[in-house]
């Protein structure tokens, strides 16, 4: 953090210079996600060091830091993928509805409503746009098995409903021309797209985005810049950014959190972040 004192969000106080980062006890007024000292060790190593942190309902929240510093390993555990080994993790889907997340399964986080992408794309392959959009709306289909064995009247009409809202969601998006193209043919940038849309049918109230801008181009990153912000505000969501790309953190986020192995080490404004001696020194030997 510089200095400044310079607030964490608004009517957020920020720490004093030399202060620990944040923690739990200075969330936002309305978190949609907040976490409490959460711990992840893998045998000897400590991969999350009591993480508290929060996400603004509606905010684009970045969560940076180098090589290794546990950011994707905080996802895993917010998503159900592991089990932290202390510390609570706790999901507002709406205002005054507060969910714990730390014995919850992947699909169920899903079905609450945090969906994320990965750091590698993961698409079906071999299926094409429309049904790699379908396989997860699923998650959120009432028929249940029978229903979909049986294909009764009821799962017809929800599959038909399904299809429409995906279709809607792909044309929004400017996938609507390659909703029948297999996955696998399409252009780089569009596959990144893809699984954002893709996240999008489990109609999520928080996003979060492990690296969507690896691997592309500076034309491509400014256009994943402006998806982000239609995403947060058509979709209304909430946002929770890992990124490499500063000048996409910088440019797209309300807020910035830094983790080095695996703490925080700052909170902040993107301006203060980019000047705080503590980040810049954790980032030295990266570009
Ligand atoms: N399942 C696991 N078992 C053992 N160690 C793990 C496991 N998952 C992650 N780690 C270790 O935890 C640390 C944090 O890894 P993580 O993938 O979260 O980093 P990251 O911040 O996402 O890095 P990058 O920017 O390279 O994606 C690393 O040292 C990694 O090797
Ligand atoms: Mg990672």
Redesign the pocket.
């Known amino acids: 953090m510089s200095g400044e004192n310079a607030p964490l969000s608004p009517g957020v106080p920020g720490p004093e210079a030399g202060q620990a980062a944040p923690a739990a006890g200075d969330s936002p007024r309305d978190p949609v996600l907040s976490t409490s000292g959460v711990t992840?060790i893998?045998?000897g190593?400590t991969?999350?060091s009591d993480v508290s942190f929060a996400v603004e309902r509606g905010s684009i929240t970045a969560l940076i830091?180098?090589?290794?510093?546990?950011?994707?390993?905080?996802?895993?555990c917010l998503t159900g993928i592991?089990r932290p080994s202390r510390g609570t993790m706790t999901f507002s889907p709406e205002p005054g509805r507060n969910i714990p997340l730390r014995r919850l399964a992947p699909d169920r986080i899903t079905c609450l409503g945090i969906a994320r992408t990965f750091?590698n794309i993961r698409l079906f392959n071999n299926l094409t746009v429309l049904e790699n959009v379908l396989i997860a709306c699923h998650s959120r289909m009432k028929a249940g098995l029978l229903g979909a064995l049986l294909r009764d009247r009821r799962t017809r009409e929800e599959e038909r409903a399904m299809a429409d809202f995906s279709y809607r969601l792909l044309e929004r998006y400017g996938l609507g021309p390659a909703v029948n193209h297999l996955a696998r043919n399409l252009p780089y940038g569009a596959q990144r797209r893809l699984e954002i849309v893709r996240a999008l049918a489990t109609r999520p109230a928080l996003l979060l985005l492990?690296?969507p801008a690896a691997g592309l181009n500076i034309s491509e990153t400014r256009e994943l810049d402006s998806l982000i912000r239609r995403v947060r505000d058509s979709e209304e969501l909430s946002v929770l950014l890992?990124e490499?790309d500063m000048s996409l953190v910088m440019s797209v986020s309300d807020l910035v959190y830094v983790?080095d192995y695996?703490a925080l080490i700052a909170a902040g404004e993107p301006g203060d972040i980019r000047r705080d001696p503590k980040v810049v020194k954790a980032y030295l030997g990266e570009d």
């Open positions: 992840m893998f045998g190593l991969a999350l830091g180098p090589n290794g510093a546990g950011k994707t390993t905080l996802f895993n592991y750091q492990d690296e890992i490499h983790l695996g």
